[in-house]
Structure formats: C-alpha cells, structure tokens
C-alpha cells in the first residue's frame, strides 16, 4: 500500500501560537516530517521607525516587541544608546531598575507558565498564573501608570522615582510568592498528566543549544548556566545573591520548570534591591535634545526570554541612524523547524509552547 | 504512588473554595487606580502657554496646536490630540514644563464613531487683545475672567463624554 505525507497548515490564526504565527507541517500520518515556520504576520517595522524619532521617543515603541515583559524591553535599548553616550545611571535608578525589570521578569514568566498550562490541556493553572501576574501588573501600574506598555525607563536613569504606597503591597507580593510557586508546581509541575506530556518531548542537546545561539530559559533548561546577570553582569547584578536554576535533560519539561525556579530567584533579587535602595538622583544629567556622537553601540540584557541585543547607530543628529533589536524569542524560534521534525503533532503545541515565543517581539 | 500528583492539584483547587475572591463585579465596582494612572489627558489652559513641547515630544505626532499671537504673546486657539493615534506613553506630561497638561482617571474613552474619538482639549477663538496685567482692582476681576475661560474650555473637552454611549 502506497502511503504519502500531506501539508497541514498550523496558525497563523491557532490559539496555542500565542499570536500570529504559522508553522506549515508535513505530516506523515500524525508525526511531523518537515515544519516550515513562517514568521513576520506582526511585523511593524519598529526598526526602521526608530529611525524617523528621537532617541527618546523610541522607548514607547520598544515596549511593543516584547509586551509581557516592556520593562526589559526598555531597558535593552536605553542600555545601548547610554553606552553610545557615555552615560554614567546614578545608583537609585539601576536599583529601580532590578526592581521594576526583575517584577517585569516574574509578570512574563507566570504568563508562559499559565499558558503552557493551557496549552497542554490543563485549564485551572492558567488562571492562578493570571491571579498572581495580576498583582505584578497593579505594582508596575503604580509606579509607571501603566499596565503593560510602560516606557518607564529614560536614557540616563528612569521617568519617575517609585512611590511610597509601592513599597508595602511589593513587600506583601514577596512574601506570598514562595507559597504561590508551591501552587503552581503542585497544580501543573506535579501534575502526572503534564509530565507525561512535556517529559522527553522536544530535547535541546546543549550542543545544539549553543550553535543555534538559543538563549535564556531554552538554553539554561538544557543545563547550561548561561545567564548574563551571572556571566557578564550588567547594572547592579554583581551585587545581589542569586542562582541560575538549569534544567538536566532540555526536555519541555526541564525548561518550564526553569522558568518557575527564576521566579523564586526573581523574587530573591528584589527582595536584596530593596533593602539595598539607595537615596539620591534618579536621572544623569542628560541634556535635553539628545544628540550621541557619531559611533555605534551594541548591548545586551538578559530578558524574560533570553539575550535582547540592541544595535544603536549615530550619526550625530538628533534621530538614530540605525536601531537593531536581537530578540531572543525570534532566535530561539530558529531552532523550531528542526526540532519538530519527529515529533507527533500533540507535541508540536508542547514543543512550541515551552519556548515561550511573543510574536510582537518575533516580527518586531 | 501513580495520581498523587492529580490528588495534590485537587487539593490546591479545593483549598481556593475557602478564600477570598480575587475578582470584582466590574460595572457596579471598581478597582480604584493608582495616583499616577495613564487615564485621558486634561489640559489646564490658564496654566498653558502653548510652548508647543509636548507636540514635539510626541512619537506619533499625536499634539497639535494652533495659535495665534495677540500682543506679545502666544494664545491658545486650538489643542487637538488625535487620540486614536495616542501610545499613552506619557512622553508629552513630561515634558510639560508648566504642568499644564495632565493625567485623569478617566479610562472610558471608547466611542461608537472614529471621528467622535479625537479630544478636542481647547477650541476657542483668539480674543482681540489680551487683558492688562494690572494691579489691585482689575486683578480682582482677572480670575473671574480665567475661570469663565476654562470653563469654556472644559465644555469643550467635556463634548466627547457626554456623546460616548
């Protein structure tokens, strides 16, 4: 009997693609023989209108790549263009910058948790995920007036210092969040059914890890402790006491389990940047038209999904010549094709899932 | 044992029965927001000199600003945000140097119609010549005049609300 593989298109309109994102399998019967992902239904070009606005005006765009986590987001690109400049932060600002980025971290990280757990069919820890991630929004909204998109961070230091009402609810949240990380593992990690599910499915060798430059949990879920809070401080990093949590096999389950073991270490970092406030200015003196000298800049943050590089090209003028972003949720989808193939379709929802894509920060 | 990790999910759920809710009824209650919330802007015309800063501090040239010069200074005719366009980035209050223009509360901003949405701050024609800073007795009178003004202006920004269904 003659058998043949047949195209089954995946998205760009499917649920468990959190976006717009279309993943074209070949299938034969149910196991996948060839996936081609097709990016770019979200493209905005925020590249290229950075280059039509000021240095200033780029932050609230940079907000929209990765929209789980806008506070890294701001601070990649705010991290460039002051090392283009010069620009020594005054010490609160970095602190108020650990502490809005690693909350920002918590928020992006229990939205990847819940919706795996959606993902894999398990509905009821999706929404203790979005209970917790709730009162993350509602700390950044006081400290920023909004709640997701909150161009918070300015070249040179952040927009406004944090408010006294911040500080007793973030006290309250820290407390609560070693007990609410034994939920979710007690509701999802625990759960007999997700293991069998994201248990050696989809494994990244650390090897392969490192030649498709995967970053952030997808690459430390393969054990390697590569973490640039860690490895190549930057900001104040080198000053707080925490763990790169990795994983042992780089399976699905290795790097959701990652992901909650950051946000205990998250937590452990504000909790040091609190105590460690410093008093004092929270913007260097920047003059008020920014004008960087004609040069480039390149750096690098670790975010919620892994490195974000920004590339800053000065000419001199007012506007940047050029802005590059390294998202790692695009980096990390490189890898995809290759690792679906093999795999049932069930798996490939688990598979794409537990890399922990934002389209908005994909296709930019 | 097989199921012990359904049981302790069970029992995490069952747990939540007995707490608090963490939800509110919207309509009938609400969350109160926080001081600093990026809600509809207002825009205090006595307060604003029509600089033209927040306009370029905008990323999506959301701002424009009409005015005309009576005597020696710049007046105020008309301060239009086209807010369909707005990121509520907050770029533009910062750059206020005379804190004119500012955040409200007000989130409730949706219209039925795409032209009903842009928000008209100031609309107002320029007068013939402003009123003389002049001391004691006309400095008396002066505030009467501001606040009749601003409250031309409130009506004006007050339009959208009051159509919004």
């Known amino acids: ?364 | 044992m097989f199921g012990q990790g359904l049981l302790k999910g069970l029992a995490i759920t069952w747990k939540e029965l007995f707490t608090r809710k963490v939800t509110v009824q919207y309509p009938e209650e609400k969350v109160p927001l926080p001081e600093r919330y990026h809600g509809r802007f207002e825009l205090d015309v006595d307060k604003c000199i029509a600089c033209g800063l927040c306009a370029n501090a905008c990323p999506n040239k959301v701002i424009q600003i009409t005015k005309e010069k009576v005597g020696k200074k710049q007046y105020l005719t008309k301060y239009v945000m086209r807010i369909e366009y707005c990121l509520f980035c907050g770029l533009c209050v910062e750059s206020c140097n005379k804190d004119a223009l500012k955040f409200s509360h007000v989130i409730n901003m949706n219209q039925f119609f795409r032209d009903k949405v842009r928000l008209v701050l100031v609309d107002r024609p320029a007068p013939e010549a402003l009123p003389e800073e002049e001391p004691a007795e006309a400095a008396a009178e002066r505030p009467a005049g501001a606040r009749a003004k601003t409250a031309k202006a409130e009506v004006a920004a007050g339009k959208a609300p009051g159509e919004e269904g």
């Open chain 1, 1 to 364: 009997m003659k058998t043949q593989t047949y195209v089954l298109n995946m998205g760009p309109q499917h649920p468990s693609t959190h976006g717009v994102f279309r993943i074209i399998l070949e299938l034969d019967g149910e196991v996948v023989v060839k996936a081609t992902s097709v990016p770019g239904y979200l493209h905005r070009g925020i590249e290229k209108l950075a280059e039509a606005r000021t240095y200033t005006q780029v932050i609230p765009y940079t907000d929209r790549m990765d929209y789980l986590a806008s506070m890294l987001m701001n601070w990649g690109y705010v991290a460039a263009v002051e090392k283009l400049m010069g620009v020594e932060v005054p010490e609160r600002a970095e602190y108020i910058r650990v502490i809005v980025g690693e909350l920002s971290r918590i928020a992006s990280h229990l939205v990847a948790v819940g919706t795996y757990s959606v993902d894999i069919g398990g509905f009821t820890g999706f929404l203790y995920c979005f209970r917790d991630r709730e009162r993350v929004l509602d700390l950044l909204e006081m400290v920023s007036g909004s709640r997701m998109t909150f161009s918070y961070f300015r070249i040179g230091g952040v927009a406004d210092d944090l408010p006294p009402e911040f500080f007793p609810p973030l006290q309250k949240f820290l407390k609560d969040l070693p007990s609410l990380c034994d939920e979710y593992d007690g509701l999802i990690t625990g759960n007999e059914i997700f293991q069998a599910r994201t248990k050696y499915v989809g494994i990244i060798t650390p090897e392969m890890g490192i030649n498709y430059s995967l970053s952030g949990p997808v690459l430390r879920g393969s054990g390697i402790p590569y973490d640039l809070r860690k490895v190549r401080p930057y900001g104040v990093y080198d000053r707080f006491d925490f763990e790169v949590p990795v994983g042992k096999n780089g399976d699905c389950f290795d790097r959701f389990v990652c992901r909650i073991k950051e946000i205990r270490q998250s937590a452990r970092i504000i909790q040091q940047a609190v105590e460690g406030l410093p008093e004092g200015p929270i913007m260097a003196k920047i003059p008020k038209v920014i004008k960087p000298p004609a040069g480039e800049a390149y750096a690098e943050i670790e975010s919620s999904k892994g490195i974000l590089g920004c590339y800053v090209v000065s000419d001199g003028s007012p506007k940047p010549y050029r802005v590059h972003f390294r998202r790692p949720s695009f980096i990390n989808l490189g890898y995809l094709d290759e690792l679906l193939v093999g795999w049932k379709i069930a798996d490939v929802i688990a598979i794409l899932g537990s890399l922990d894509i934002v389209l908005g920060e994909v296709d930019c």
